[in-house]
């Protein structure tokens, strides 16, 4: 038994420097960078339209929208290739519930933190006259509640992605991007002017990663990784467990 123990690991760990894994990790560099890129650029371009005004309805309403069109495109290309993660709390997400190992979960991860990086940078250098912007939480909001409420944006963003990609239910997998990208700007429309409506860490490390301050880092990883947990948990074993299997495998529909 004690012999078992390490050849297992490095089967593990062989398995995440193949030719099939590099591929993935470079399919969730270049749909994160994509995605960053969009989201994080578009609350730029609506400064620069609106003059420096952050109050204004715009400044929700053209951030929102560009996350929506640029989830869906960028989990759409990674789809077939990586899973279309984009996101440590979706990657989190899929670790919990088993369906990637944690070698390869952290690999994700890294590729996702990097890229983000890299599209900020991109953005930094390319955008000379404005700095690149930070999530920050309201006035009226505690770290606390924001962390809350980004939790619970991450656990319906998390939970819609194993609906979306689940073949039992039936839908076409090409549709389930999508409803990701659905979710996340009603998500960014709904808390963008209390937490930023971020969801994503990989997101907010790059923006503060350029931008030189990590204040309040801490309610942008915490909250989104516990709810995509929770949604992996719920989705997987509560309401639709792995017993489901066998009867959608005979042609039974899972009702919603």
């Not at 997987?236 to 042609?251: I, L, Y």
Request: net charge neutral.
């Amino acid at each position: 038994m004690r012999r078992m123990i390490p050849t297992s690991l490095s089967g593990k760990f062989q398995g995440v420097i193949s030719m099939n894994a590099l591929r993935c990790y470079l399919s969730e560099f270049i749909s994160t960078f994509f995605f960053v890129l969009a989201a994080v650029g578009s609350v730029m371009a609506s400064r620069k339209l609106m003059a420096g005004d952050v109050t204004g309805p715009f400044s929700v309403l053209i951030p929102a929208i560009a996350n929506a069109f640029a989830l869906s495109s960028s989990v759409y290309i990674s789809w077939n290739v990586s899973g279309g993660h984009v996101n440590p709390a979706v990657t989190f997400g899929m670790a919990v519930a088993g369906r990637i190992s944690v070698p390869t979960a952290m690999f994700y991860w890294t590729s996702q933190m990097i890229a983000s990086v890299m599209a900020c940078l991109v953005l930094k250098v390319t955008v000379v006259e404005q700095h690149v912007p930070i999530y920050k939480i309201a006035g009226e909001m505690t770290g606390f509640g924001a962390s809350v409420l980004e939790g619970v944006l991450a656990f319906v963003l998390v939970y819609t992605v194993f609906t979306a990609n689940d073949p039992r239910r039936g839908v076409p997998l090409a549709v389930g991007p999508i409803f990701i990208g659905f979710v996340a700007g009603a998500n960014v429309l709904a808390a963008g002017p209390f937490s930023g409506g971020s969801m994503n860490p990989a997101c907010a490390f790059g923006s503060a990663m350029v931008y030189g301050s990590f204040k309040n880092q801490a309610v942008y990883w915490v909250g989104p990784l516990l709810g995509g947990a929770t949604a992996a948990l719920v989705y997987d074993n509560v309401v639709v467990p792995a017993e489901d299997e066998r009867g959608s495998s005979t042609g039974e529909a899972i009702g919603v």
